[in-house]
């Protein structure tokens, strides 16, 4: 008699994020529970600009890894706060200890070494005729994102760096999810990082029309709202540990209860215009359509979503139309990362599912709106969507559940 297969998960085994919220787990949820903000003004930028930068202990974890290694002080912010990141998913999951390292990497950004190059364009542009550093091109490759989050770890898996506009860190999580379950790969690490609080990304957000215009300390970012458009940058990573893994292997680690992933679903959409969507966020519907029926959850099993919404009315609005759509008018419980630290463009899907994480690990979190018509009275919340999307028409969302044993 052929032996029934047991069954396998996509298990959240660790994470780390650096943000304007902190660079620890407690002052994440330190900060989300007592509604600090990581909102302010830097002076290069202007002080009619909020922006959220790295809280002082980010910045505090910045600087030591400097001091590490001189090479690391040579290196953009985005992959410096990959790197903090990844080395908190790895601690968290307790793969450090093990005396081989084959996992993948999949950390994706935006715009990857955005405050060093227009660094070293600025200095080509002052003196064109003085002859560039041999150091500009390797240290402004997106590809050095990935690759040094492995030189630090030591990693020997498979590295890829990647841009998907604002819904990169959650296609890192289609990415890794697809080598696991093909069996290519035991372990993966999946996230996005970027640091784009720099004059010419804020010039070119203000040139799109939808930055805030509100002061920083008069919640700037607010997600939702239909009056005006309010993004604002923020910067920061978050990294997630995936791991292939059966239900006697959860049990021998002593564990009772684990957040997976349980489907990616990707959408695009032929947008109107180079910034512009579908006003019914088609994207959004066949991202989110797709991770339900990858998952086999019906649209009544969802509890909460936390939600792309970076403020911008006509961005806001589709994903709500898209919303209603596919969970058939009952819209459960909504949040959003953005209210707290803005919006980090391909690093805001991953600090999304940090907070759907907390949510699923019974952090009381506050929601942008309660429940309509679906119970979440069984608290603690089981089944959740993190939505993203960007330029181009692209879209993602990722199911995450809660699952006891």
């Not at 679903?265 to 969507?277: D, H, I, R």
Request: with cysteine; glycine share 10%; aromatic share 6%.
């Amino acid at each position: 008699m052929q032996q029934k297969q047991e069954q396998e998960w996509i298990v959240i085994r660790g994470m780390g994020s650096i943000s304007g919220l902190g660079c620890s787990r407690t002052e994440v949820i330190e900060a989300y529970t007592t509604g600090r903000t990581a909102f302010t003004y830097l002076p290069e930028l202007g002080l009619d600009t909020p922006v959220a930068p790295l809280s002082p202990s980010g910045e505090a974890a910045l600087h030591a890894l400097q001091k590490e290694n001189p090479d690391y002080g040579t290196l953009d912010r985005t992959v410096q706060m990959a790197m903090v990141a990844a080395r908190q998913a790895v601690a968290e999951a307790g793969w450090e200890n093990t005396s081989e390292f084959p996992i993948g990497i999949n950390i994706g950004s935006s715009r990857g070494a955005t405050g060093l190059f227009e660094h070293y364009h600025a200095e080509f542009l002052a003196k064109p005729e003085l002859r560039l550093s041999p150091s500009v091109s390797p240290s402004t490759t997106l590809g050095n994102v990935a690759s040094w989050v492995a030189q630090d770890l030591q990693a020997t898996g498979p590295v890829i760096s990647h841009s998907v506009t604002c819904s990169t860190a959650l296609q890192a999580f289609a990415n890794g999810v697809a080598w696991l379950k093909s069996g290519m790969a035991k372990r993966f690490l999946v996230g996005g990082a970027e640091a784009p609080l720099t004059p010419f990304t804020v010039a070119q957000m203000k040139g799109i029309g939808i930055y805030s215009k509100l002061a920083a300390d008069k919640q700037p970012c607010r997600p939702l709202n239909q009056e005006q458009n309010t993004f604002v940058l923020g910067e920061g990573a978050a990294v997630f540990a995936l791991e292939r893994m059966t239900e006697n292997e959860i049990a021998a680690l002593g564990l009772s209860e684990v957040v997976v992933v349980g489907a990616v679903g990707l959408g695009m959409e032929q947008t109107p215009s180079k910034t512009g969507l579908t006003p019914d966020g088609q994207h959004f519907q066949k991202a989110m359509q797709q991770a339900l029926s990858l998952a086999q959850r019906s649209p009544a099993e969802i509890d909460a979503v936390v939600v792309h919404a970076p403020g911008t009315k006509a961005g806001d609005k589709a994903e709500m139309t898209a919303l209603n759509q596919v969970l058939h008018q009952r819209l459960p419980s909504l949040f959003s990362s953005k209210t707290s630290m803005g919006h980090s463009l391909g690093a805001s899907g991953a600090l999304s599912a940090e907070m759907a994480l907390l949510i699923l690990q019974n952090i009381p979190l506050e929601p942008l709106t309660p429940a309509d018509g679906v119970s979440t009275a069984a608290n603690p919340f089981r089944h959740l969507l993190i939505n993203s999307a960007g330029f181009g028409g692209n879209s993602a969302s990722l199911l995450l559940s809660r699952v006891r044993f």
